[in-house]
């Protein structure tokens, strides 16, 4: 069965500082997707990566998708408060076409 | 394009009672997929459609949930003899044929008194 780690669980930190959150998968998996929740809120797609090696960035978020690691990262620059939110990866893979989510990474960005 | 949409957005309703959800994806997407998300936690899958046919079930999907898409269009969901560990949001995503991006509706928020 596919399982997907992510961590850290929560994070708290400073504006203007820079963190990887990170996350890990099971099995084999053909696409890894980046979403954003913020509270009361449905789901945002920041990245879908299709290959290794991929790298997708925008402003100021980065992600990068190692399948032999089965490792992807995303990479926050400078934070502003703005960015805090929840963050989810999600993986397809093994037999089935569905995405399993992580647990998700509670970001909060403090002034 | 109006996005994914989902509705009712809340349902409070007693233990025992059936309810059903409706969704309806964006245009011409002829996936549907519908999600369970708890607080805290992220999105389980429950089950997903490819036009009208439903090709996939979670084991979470007791006999109590059904799910349809008669004409591959809009889908609903439905929870018969409701019980309290039910409660969460309902999420429903479409996805084109050649698209990657799976889109999320605002879902819909069930509690069960």
């Keep these: ?6 961590n850290p669980l929560f994070l708290s930190m400073q504006e203007g500082k820079n963190y990887t959150i ?3 998968y099971s099995t084999t998996s053909d696409r890894l997707y980046w979403y954003r929740q913020d509270p009361g809120k449905s789901l945002e797609s920041l990245f879908v990566l299709l290959s290794n090696g991929a790298v997708k960035q925008e402003g100021r978020l980065m992600a990068s998708l190692d399948t032999k690691a089965r490792l992807s990262t995303l990479h926050i620059t400078a934070a502003v408060h703005d960015l805090s939110a929840t963050y989810f990866c999600a993986v397809v893979g093994g037999l089935s076409t569905n995405m399993r989510f992580g647990a998700g990474t509670r970001l909060t960005v403090k002034p | 394009d109006t996005g994914v949409s989902q509705n009712p957005r809340h349902k409070i309703t007693k233990r025992g009672q059936n309810v059903t959800f ?3 994806p964006i ?3 002829n996936r549907l997929y519908w999600y369970r998300q708890t607080l805290g936690q992220g999105p389980e899958f429950l089950t997903y459609f ?7 079930k979670s084991r979470l999907l007791s006999d109590r949930f059904s799910a349809e898409r008669p004409k591959g269009s809009f889908s609903t969901l439905e929870i018969q003899r409701t019980e ?6 309902y999420l429903c995503a479409s996805r084109g044929g050649t698209g990657e991006k ?9 509690s069960v008194l």
Aim: aromatic fraction near 8%.
């Design chain 2, 84 to 89: 309290q560990g039910d409660s969460a949001m």
């Design chain 2, 27 to 29: 245009s011409e997407h």
């Design chain 1, 1 to 6: 069965e596919l399982k997907v780690e992510q």
């Design chain 2, 102 to 110: 799976l889109f999320f509706g605002s879902g819909t928020q069930l």
């Design chain 2, 50 to 56: 490819q036009n009208e046919a439903q090709l996939e």
């Design chain 1, 22 to 24: 990170y996350c890990n």
């Design chain 2, 22 to 24: 409706r969704c309806d």
